[in-house]
């Protein structure tokens, strides 16, 4: 399809945050095709049937020659409208649902040729995943919950009830580990949701919109929750989202789905400079750009032997660093990871930012 | 397809609506078939001669299957009768605990003996029950029923039957659950036993009584396999249902916690789905209790015995105390497990508790019994309710009914002679006029306008079985009394029904009364027809629609009020009276609910039919209760089968027109 190419565009503006991890978790080609003779149909098609051969044949392309890698250690958020593919791609990934093609790595394991055991093994010690609607056993205690994963791995009682309260102290839920899910809140009960996945240290975490059934000020908590979490645990992340301002805020790198297929992967930073589509910019548009882009993006080049004072990091955002340079006269350094300037930063350039002026860098 | 008619007429407005020519059609062709029944007498009344020997086949099938069929290492006989010893043993301590007690005498002359639980102990148990389930009232009313038993003399009797329901319940919930599970698991199990559990639910009882006769013998064992078989289908579909209902996300949690299939099902699946299946629990006591009085047929003894057999003598009195009894059994039970399933959860205070202090119901009802038990040793009366201060009111019933029939005898006379005269004779006469060729045809184009070509073959098929083996004329008189009993519980259910939707005191009385109408077991409707109107046709029909009005005011009040709020908003604001709310709005979109209850309606009919064949109609019920007094499987079978087909082509026809109609209205 000719989103392919477009995609690779977007990953690669990528300021290299990423790029240097591991890959964890890769897919290419993946489909998932909904209804009868689906597998032949695909096989027909070479794999690559277009929307109008599906729909023709009465089949629907709930995925369509998705391709996406996630680094270690990355939050990697797939953002999508409902009925975009978004959830069916996760679910592919962990083989909830099983693809109709494609294949799919766990680090060096192909996990579309492992067997349903390994599978359960796989999940029951590397996989976590968080659900929307929570998921909570209505029977089960907090504690029964979240000690789930465990017990039905066969660890032992105390052992499971230790590890149990360890992560519900992690989500701040102490003491209410006698109560069942109905006593709790919407947000504690995705707390419960959030411990459960973790219990077992998995080294990829799921999770599927887990904030989208929540009030927006707790959404927001748990957002920021998410990430306390995240700087302490590194886990990798897929993070399934239909809120782009959620996937901008979280997330290191985001790819987009539309009708079943990726449209284009990139940092946030890179969606808003450089949308592939006009799908794409009509989401970037509303977002206020100087959250979103760092000063690396909006810097000048060095003028020879300049060496501007003081400094930001490259990756600082510009909302950040406004007001320090809002105050001054002089334009500042932007300085690489090792501390090195690689840029001058104008005032003019952050105002043209800061008031939604296009045309900048 | 009839919507696209109808278009057509509208567009060129002279082409007739093709549905309408077919209908057209297909009478003057039954007319014409009836005015040519001197030339082609097979049309109408089908031949004799023609007559496939079903019933023949069948009985030869079960004599080989009982007396020659080897399965190597014992008989098909061995089997099941060793089957039947094995269900012997609690059933044996279940009766012991409640009814007989324990004799254990190595030494005939020194017996040792365990005495059952006394009733004290019991109401005050099953007072608990209620009280930790529902609070006091649910304590006193379980508690009242229980002591209506001691009371009025029905305890020994109560036990007997509620010791077969206590080892039934829990047999058939399990053999349910088991079932369901498969059926949820594979597909294919699903689809095969789907029609199976439709025939198990349409098949009149008695039908199969024979079988279960021949091949397990007579007494409480047999009585309980058929308590067991006619209560469990409903528990297999529950299952199922409540299995599907888990949500996605839930069981996909399951999966990626790594549960194996086995861990999914019984960790995660059958614990959310708690609430469904104990919804099965109380299908499968109801029916339990429901099969009382025809499972004493086979020997189950107890309430059910005493029913019947005053039900023969026409000893009225005894027989309500009995019949009521029953009742109240039910109710309680009924009740109970309802208070159970709808419980609220445990919240995280209790896991705080010590083991006594989460248990103070258990314990409070160990204690009743030792403290009962250790009383009694000293105060019997404590043990055996005395027989001195048991109550009976049947010398009371009699002497009412002899009142009325003293005084009312010609007005009561009257009513019945009219109806037979002007309605019940003249439909049973057209009906069994008609030429069976020609209702074959026409059900089969009702099936095909409803359903398409598939369901025009079904109903065809059905309805051809059952000339082919001869039951046609039964059926004829089968679908006049059974159709002019719905006739009448749908002109007084829907209305009832209307009323109780458009007022809210309405509602709530008639909620009581059907809910204790639908707690009653079949047979008890009986009592009272048989006292006022003797037996005939009046008599079942009268029962028949006292037992099956419920649905039909049910569907009808449901129906009205699930009608979207905001339409008749709608309709308020653009000025309709109350009355054009209900006629242009309420009643068009419920209609197809009404019809679902009118389908209902239909079904508990044909079940309440076979057992009013005790009170001498001319149909398939009696043919099928013929068989069961003569054992003779083939023909019950026969009759039976054919009774449920009658069931299935009136289901499957008002259910497809349901279902097209609600799609029209966009509600399903």
Same mark, same amino acid.
């Given at each position: 399809m000719a989103t392919r190419e477009q995609s690779a565009s977007g990953a690669g503006a990528s300021s290299g945050k990423a790029a240097a991890k591991t890959a964890k978790l890769t897919c290419s080609g993946v489909w998932k095709v909904f209804g009868q003779g689906a597998k032949e149909f695909l096989a027909r098609h070479d794999t690559a049937p277009n929307a109008a051969e599906l729909t023709g044949a009465g089949l629907?392309?709930?995925?369509?020659?998705a391709g996406l890698e996630v680094g270690e250690g990355e939050i990697f958020v797939i953002m999508g409208l409902s009925g975009s593919g978004k959830s069916t791609l996760v679910r592919c990934l962990s083989r909830l649902i099983e693809p109709t093609a494609g294949a799919i790595f766990f680090e060096d394991q192909d996990l579309l040729k492992t067997s349903e055991k390994e599978m359960i093994e796989l999940r029951r010690h590397k996989m976590g995943m968080v659900f929307q609607h929570f +998921?909570?056993? *209505?029977?089960?205690t907090v504690l029964g919950n979240v000690a789930f994963p465990l017990e039905v791995q066969g660890v032992d009682r105390e052992t499971r009830k230790r590890r149990a309260l360890e992560v519900i102290e992690l989500v701040g839920?102490?003491?209410?580990? +006698?109560?069942? *899910?109905?006593?709790?809140?919407g947000g504690q009960q995705q707390r419960v949701g959030i411990a459960r996945s973790l219990a077992v240290e998995p080294e990829i975490w799921f999770l599927d919109e887990?904030?989208?059934?929540?009030d927006p000020l707790i959404r927001r908590e748990m957002q920021d929750e998410f990430l306390r979490l995240q700087n302490v645990l590194r886990k990798t992340i897929v993070f399934i989202t239909h809120d782009f301002d959620e996937a901008i805020r979280l997330a290191d790198r985001i790819a987009i789905m539309q009708d079943g297929a990726i449209i284009q992967i990139g940092t946030p930073e890179a969606l808003v400079l450089d949308p592939a589509t006009d799908y794409v910019a009509e989401f970037t548009?509303?977002?206020?750009r100087a959250k979103v882009l760092s000063a690396q993006a909006v810097m000048s080049p060095l003028g020879d032997g300049e060496a501007p004072s003081g400094g930001v990091p490259w990756n600082t955002k510009v909302a950040e660093l406004a007001e320090r340079l809002v105050d001054s006269e002089e334009a500042l350094a932007v300085l690489d990871a090792g501390g090195r300037p690689i840029g001058r930063l104008e005032r003019r350039a952050v105002l043209d930012v800061l008031v939604g002026r296009t045309g900048g860098p | 397809m009839s919507v696209a008619g109808s278009t057509r007429i509208l567009r060129?407005?002279?082409?007739?609506?093709p549905w309408l020519a077919a209908w057209l059609a297909a009478l003057v062709a039954t007319l014409l078939v009836y005015q040519l029944r001197e030339a082609w007498p097979w049309a109408v009344k089908y031949p004799r001669?023609?007559?496939?020997p079903l019933s023949f086949w069948i009985s030869g099938f079960m004599k080989w299957l009982i007396n020659d069929f080897d399965l190597?290492?014992?008989?098909f006989k061995e089997l099941t009768r060793s089957l039947s010893w094995l269900l012997d043993w609690p059933l044996a301590a279940a009766k012991g605990l409640l009814s007989s007690g324990f004799t254990f005498s190595s030494d005939p002359r020194a017996p040792i003996v365990v005495e059952r639980v006394s009733w004290v102990a019991l109401i005050g148990v099953v007072g608990v029950m209620g009280y930790s389930a529902g609070g006091l009232r649910l304590a006193l009313l379980v508690g009242g029923c229980f002591a209506y038993l001691a009371v009025f003399g029905q305890w020994d009797s109560a036990m007997v039957t509620l010791s077969s329901i206590v080892i039934a319940v829990p047999l058939g919930v399990a053999l349910g659950l088991f079932v369901g599970i498969a059926g949820f698991r594979w597909l294919r199990f699903e689809q095969a036993i789907t029609p199976i559990l439709d025939l198990m639910q349409t098949v009149p009882v008695f039908a199969y009584l024979v079988p279960i006769l021949f091949l397990f013998g007579f007494g409480p064992v047999a009585a309980m396999i058929a308590t067991i078989i006619y209560a469990t289908p409903p528990m297999v579909r529950v299952t199922m249902l409540a299995l599907r209902q888990v949500p996605d996300e839930v069981v996909e949690f399951g999966r990626m916690a790594g549960c194996t299939t086995r861990q999914l099902l019984w960790k995660v699946q059958i614990p959310s789905a708690q609430a469904g299946l104990m919804v099965g629990v109380n299908q499968v006591i109801m029916l339990s209790l429901n099969m009382v009085i025809i499972a004493s047929m086979i020997g189950a003894g107890g309430l059910g015995f005493d029913v019947l057999s005053s039900l023969r003598r026409l000893s009225i009195g005894q027989g309500l105390e009995a019949g009521i009894a029953i009742t109240l059994l039910a109710i309680a039970l009924d009740r109970l497990s309802q208070a159970f399933a709808n419980r609220p959860p445990p919240d995280?205070?209790?896991?705080?508790?010590t083991w006594v202090a989460r248990h103070p119901y258990l314990l409070t009802a160990l204690g009743i019994l030792v403290v009962t038990w250790i009383i009694g040793l000293v105060w019997p009366a404590v043990h055996i309710y005395p027989e001195t201060l048991e109550i009976t009111t049947g010398a009371f019933w009699e002497d009412l009914v002899e009142w009325i029939n003293v005084n009312f005898f010609d007005e009561l006379e009257a009513v019945k002679t009219w109806l037979l005269l002007h309605v019940l004779i003249p439909v049973k006469r057209f009906l069994l006029q008609l030429p069976w060729v020609a209702v074959i045809a026409l059900l089969a184009l009702a099936g095909l306008q409803l359903g398409g070509w598939r369901l025009a073959l079904l109903v065809a098929c059905l309805a051809g079985f059952i000339a082919v083996t001869g039951q046609w004329a039964k059926s004829m008189v089968t679908v006049y009394l059974c159709g002019l009993s719905v006739v009448f519980a749908a002109l007084i259910g829907v209305p009832v029904g209307i009323w109780a939707a458009r007022n809210e005191r309405a509602h709530r009385v008639v909620q009581v009364i059907i809910d204790t109408l639908q707690t009653?077991?079949?047979?008890?409707?009986?009592i009272p027809v048989v006292m006022l109107f003797r037996v005939g046709d009046f008599s079942a029909m009268i029962a028949i629609v006292a037992y099956a009005v419920a649905p039909a005011v049910r569907y009808t009040d449901h129906g009205i009020r699930q009608v979207p709020p905001h339409l008749i908003e709608a309709a308020r604001a653009m000025g309709c009276t109350r009355r054009q709310i209900l006629w242009r709005v309420q009643i068009p979109l419920a209609l197809p609910e009404i019809m679902l209850g009118i389908n209902q309606t239909i079904m508990m009919a044909l079940a309440m039919l076979v057992i009013t064949a005790?009170?001498?109609?001319?149909?398939l019920g009696q043919e099928v209760y013929i068989a069961l007094t003569k054992a003779d499987t083939g023909r019950g079978i026969v009759a039976g089968v054919s009774v449920a087909f009658i069931a299935i082509i009136a289901d499957r026809l008002i259910a497809a027109w349901a279902m097209r109609r609600k799609q029209e209205l966009g509600l399903a």
């Amino acid at each position: 399809m000719a989103t392919r190419e477009q995609s690779a565009s977007g990953a690669g503006a990528s300021s290299g945050k990423a790029a240097a991890k591991t890959a964890k978790l890769t897919c290419s080609g993946v489909w998932k095709v909904f209804g009868q003779g689906a597998k032949e149909f695909l096989a027909r098609h070479d794999t690559a049937p277009n929307a109008a051969e599906l729909t023709g044949a009465g089949l629907i392309g709930a995925v369509r020659d998705a391709g996406l890698e996630v680094g270690e250690g990355e939050i990697f958020v797939i953002m999508g409208l409902s009925g975009s593919g978004k959830s069916t791609l996760v679910r592919c990934l962990s083989r909830l649902i099983e693809p109709t093609a494609g294949a799919i790595f766990f680090e060096d394991q192909d996990l579309l040729k492992t067997s349903e055991k390994e599978m359960i093994e796989l999940r029951r010690h590397k996989m976590g995943m968080v659900f929307q609607h929570f +998921a909570l056993l *209505p029977h089960l205690t907090v504690l029964g919950n979240v000690a789930f994963p465990l017990e039905v791995q066969g660890v032992d009682r105390e052992t499971r009830k230790r590890r149990a309260l360890e992560v519900i102290e992690l989500v701040g839920l102490q003491g209410r580990e +006698a109560y069942y *899910p109905r006593e709790l809140s919407g947000g504690q009960q995705q707390r419960v949701g959030i411990a459960r996945s973790l219990a077992v240290e998995p080294e990829i975490w799921f999770l599927d919109e887990p904030f989208s059934a929540l009030d927006p000020l707790i959404r927001r908590e748990m957002q920021d929750e998410f990430l306390r979490l995240q700087n302490v645990l590194r886990k990798t992340i897929v993070f399934i989202t239909h809120d782009f301002d959620e996937a901008i805020r979280l997330a290191d790198r985001i790819a987009i789905m539309q009708d079943g297929a990726i449209i284009q992967i990139g940092t946030p930073e890179a969606l808003v400079l450089d949308p592939a589509t006009d799908y794409v910019a009509e989401f970037t548009k509303e977002i206020p750009r100087a959250k979103v882009l760092s000063a690396q993006a909006v810097m000048s080049p060095l003028g020879d032997g300049e060496a501007p004072s003081g400094g930001v990091p490259w990756n600082t955002k510009v909302a950040e660093l406004a007001e320090r340079l809002v105050d001054s006269e002089e334009a500042l350094a932007v300085l690489d990871a090792g501390g090195r300037p690689i840029g001058r930063l104008e005032r003019r350039a952050v105002l043209d930012v800061l008031v939604g002026r296009t045309g900048g860098p | 397809m009839s919507v696209a008619g109808s278009t057509r007429i509208l567009r060129d407005g002279v082409r007739l609506n093709p549905w309408l020519a077919a209908w057209l059609a297909a009478l003057v062709a039954t007319l014409l078939v009836y005015q040519l029944r001197e030339a082609w007498p097979w049309a109408v009344k089908y031949p004799r001669a023609w007559n496939v020997p079903l019933s023949f086949w069948i009985s030869g099938f079960m004599k080989w299957l009982i007396n020659d069929f080897d399965l190597g290492l014992f008989t098909f006989k061995e089997l099941t009768r060793s089957l039947s010893w094995l269900l012997d043993w609690p059933l044996a301590a279940a009766k012991g605990l409640l009814s007989s007690g324990f004799t254990f005498s190595s030494d005939p002359r020194a017996p040792i003996v365990v005495e059952r639980v006394s009733w004290v102990a019991l109401i005050g148990v099953v007072g608990v029950m209620g009280y930790s389930a529902g609070g006091l009232r649910l304590a006193l009313l379980v508690g009242g029923c229980f002591a209506y038993l001691a009371v009025f003399g029905q305890w020994d009797s109560a036990m007997v039957t509620l010791s077969s329901i206590v080892i039934a319940v829990p047999l058939g919930v399990a053999l349910g659950l088991f079932v369901g599970i498969a059926g949820f698991r594979w597909l294919r199990f699903e689809q095969a036993i789907t029609p199976i559990l439709d025939l198990m639910q349409t098949v009149p009882v008695f039908a199969y009584l024979v079988p279960i006769l021949f091949l397990f013998g007579f007494g409480p064992v047999a009585a309980m396999i058929a308590t067991i078989i006619y209560a469990t289908p409903p528990m297999v579909r529950v299952t199922m249902l409540a299995l599907r209902q888990v949500p996605d996300e839930v069981v996909e949690f399951g999966r990626m916690a790594g549960c194996t299939t086995r861990q999914l099902l019984w960790k995660v699946q059958i614990p959310s789905a708690q609430a469904g299946l104990m919804v099965g629990v109380n299908q499968v006591i109801m029916l339990s209790l429901n099969m009382v009085i025809i499972a004493s047929m086979i020997g189950a003894g107890g309430l059910g015995f005493d029913v019947l057999s005053s039900l023969r003598r026409l000893s009225i009195g005894q027989g309500l105390e009995a019949g009521i009894a029953i009742t109240l059994l039910a109710i309680a039970l009924d009740r109970l497990s309802q208070a159970f399933a709808n419980r609220p959860p445990p919240d995280h205070r209790r896991q705080e508790l010590t083991w006594v202090a989460r248990h103070p119901y258990l314990l409070t009802a160990l204690g009743i019994l030792v403290v009962t038990w250790i009383i009694g040793l000293v105060w019997p009366a404590v043990h055996i309710y005395p027989e001195t201060l048991e109550i009976t009111t049947g010398a009371f019933w009699e002497d009412l009914v002899e009142w009325i029939n003293v005084n009312f005898f010609d007005e009561l006379e009257a009513v019945k002679t009219w109806l037979l005269l002007h309605v019940l004779i003249p439909v049973k006469r057209f009906l069994l006029q008609l030429p069976w060729v020609a209702v074959i045809a026409l059900l089969a184009l009702a099936g095909l306008q409803l359903g398409g070509w598939r369901l025009a073959l079904l109903v065809a098929c059905l309805a051809g079985f059952i000339a082919v083996t001869g039951q046609w004329a039964k059926s004829m008189v089968t679908v006049y009394l059974c159709g002019l009993s719905v006739v009448f519980a749908a002109l007084i259910g829907v209305p009832v029904g209307i009323w109780a939707a458009r007022n809210e005191r309405a509602h709530r009385v008639v909620q009581v009364i059907i809910d204790t109408l639908q707690t009653l077991p079949s047979f008890v409707y009986l009592i009272p027809v048989v006292m006022l109107f003797r037996v005939g046709d009046f008599s079942a029909m009268i029962a028949i629609v006292a037992y099956a009005v419920a649905p039909a005011v049910r569907y009808t009040d449901h129906g009205i009020r699930q009608v979207p709020p905001h339409l008749i908003e709608a309709a308020r604001a653009m000025g309709c009276t109350r009355r054009q709310i209900l006629w242009r709005v309420q009643i068009p979109l419920a209609l197809p609910e009404i019809m679902l209850g009118i389908n209902q309606t239909i079904m508990m009919a044909l079940a309440m039919l076979v057992i009013t064949a005790l009170v001498g109609t001319r149909d398939l019920g009696q043919e099928v209760y013929i068989a069961l007094t003569k054992a003779d499987t083939g023909r019950g079978i026969v009759a039976g089968v054919s009774v449920a087909f009658i069931a299935i082509i009136a289901d499957r026809l008002i259910a497809a027109w349901a279902m097209r109609r609600k799609q029209e209205l966009g509600l399903a």
